[in-house]
């Protein structure tokens, strides 16, 4: 049961982590904002995700999963179901808020869980990119579903069906055993932890990651409209908006590939940080080619690309650095360098829909390059601490 608990809340990060961009298209005209409207939405879901995962972290090494885990499960459906039904900006700004606070409630559980319940504890690199291949499916399936319930019902309806799915695994949590509480943890243990140089290095390389994936994450289905807008103006809206939301979809399958075959690499335990580093470098590229392509069936492959290179680095990053720790400040590390790390994606996908304005979100993915280059440099210096 403690598995089903692990991958139900990877499930619903991915969930909560594309949700802004599934429902963006039908969101922004409905709220009457733009890019940079929109932008605040993602940059107050990922300021409070920084301020959650400090708390949440700490608290788990304290008092253990399965209150977290009711929490998230619970907080994560009522703000689906506010942004369902909410019709103006304020509500919007608020349930993207509390949002945040259900998202890293599920985070923080599923991945301080994950590398003790699959590979029976042994590998926990391999184990983190097993595991979050439930938040890919999360990613994949909500854009998907959102795509398809848009032509068949209202806005209203087809956002509180994810906030139904969101909801539902409260039960598994309710029923499920969790691993003991280690005994001596003190919230000077976690302060300590800011000490090492470990720490603030896998921050700053979730910094770039968050950073990237949440821009994606956001920013694609805007992408896909203006390339294939452009390339087709013949295309009824609604059909340049199906395709364009599935653009999400296709970025998320490829994350699902790419992390069950970097799960299947043995060498990935020890050598992780060069994946890393690979992967850095490989998604510059895409990108760069991403800010002049003007064919839409470029644009679906450069998506997929950008999922597979994207895959491995989260958890291979979160994989390295737990095994430097003692598991009684796992939760409270998690916290530390994924706050580090959601500082990315509250600066970034602003910034790209403020230089949109005016211009296009293909002109402003260049904000993403030296992110990639950075990432480059602060896996290799990983590798030496």
């Not at 608990?5 to 990060?13: M, W």
């Not at 369902?84 to 559980?109: D, E, Q, R, W």
């Not at 590398?115 to 504890?121: K, S």
């Not at 399936?141 to 969101?166: C, G, H, N, Q």
């Amino acid at each position: 049961m403690e598995k089903a608990v692990a991958l139900s809340c990877v499930f619903g990060l991915g969930m909560c982590f594309t949700l802004l961009g599934a429902i963006s298209i039908k969101l922004m005209p409905r709220l009457k904002i733009d890019h940079a409207g929109f932008g605040w939405l993602i940059s107050t879901f990922m300021f409070s995700c920084l301020i959650a995962v400090l708390i949440i972290g700490v608290t788990i090494d304290k008092v253990g999963h399965k209150p977290i885990a009711i929490a998230g499960f619970l907080i994560t459906g009522l703000c689906i179901l506010a942004m369902a039904y909410g019709k103006s900006y304020k509500v919007a700004l608020t349930a993207c808020l509390f949002l945040g606070f259900g998202a890293m409630a599920l985070n923080t559980v599923g991945n301080t869980l994950i590398p003790h319940v699959l590979f029976g504890g042994k590998n926990q690199t391999a184990a983190l990119n097993l595991g979050n291949v439930s938040t890919c499916l999360g990613l994949f399936l909500s854009p998907m579903m959102v795509s398809f319930l848009f032509r068949k019902t209202s806005y209203e309806k087809a956002v509180a069906t994810l906030a139904a799915i969101a909801l539902a695994p409260v039960v598994l949590a309710l029923m499920a055993q969790y691993p003991k509480i280690e005994a001596g943890f003190a919230l000077s243990d976690a302060f300590g932890l800011l000490g090492n140089p470990a720490t603030l290095l896998a921050g700053l390389v979730l910094f770039c990651y968050i950073a990237l994936e949440s821009s994606f994450c956001n920013w694609l289905p805007q992408f896909g409209k203006e390339v294939i807008g452009r390339a087709k103006p013949s295309l009824g809206a609604d059909a340049v908006d199906a395709s364009s939301q599935r653009l999400l979809s296709v970025f998320a399958i490829a994350m699902m590939v790419g992390r069950l075959l970097a799960s299947a690499i043995p060498a990935i335990g020890t050598h992780g940080v060069w994946f890393i580093a690979g992967s850095a470098l490989a998604a510059g590229l895409i990108v760069l080619a991403m800010t002049v392509i003007k064919s839409p069936s470029l644009a679906w492959l450069l998506a997929a690309l950008a999922g597979l290179v994207f895959a491995p680095v989260f958890p291979t990053t979160i994989g390295v650095t737990f095994p430097r720790f003692p598991d009684t400040v796992q939760g409270s590390l998690f916290g530390i360098i994924f706050a580090i790390g959601l500082l990315g994606a509250v600066i970034v996908p602003k910034a790209m829909g403020n230089l949109a304005k005016g211009a296009s979100i293909q002109k402003s993915l260049k904000l993403l390059l030296p992110i990639c280059a950075a990432m480059v440099v602060l896996a290799w210096i990983l590798n030496k601490v």
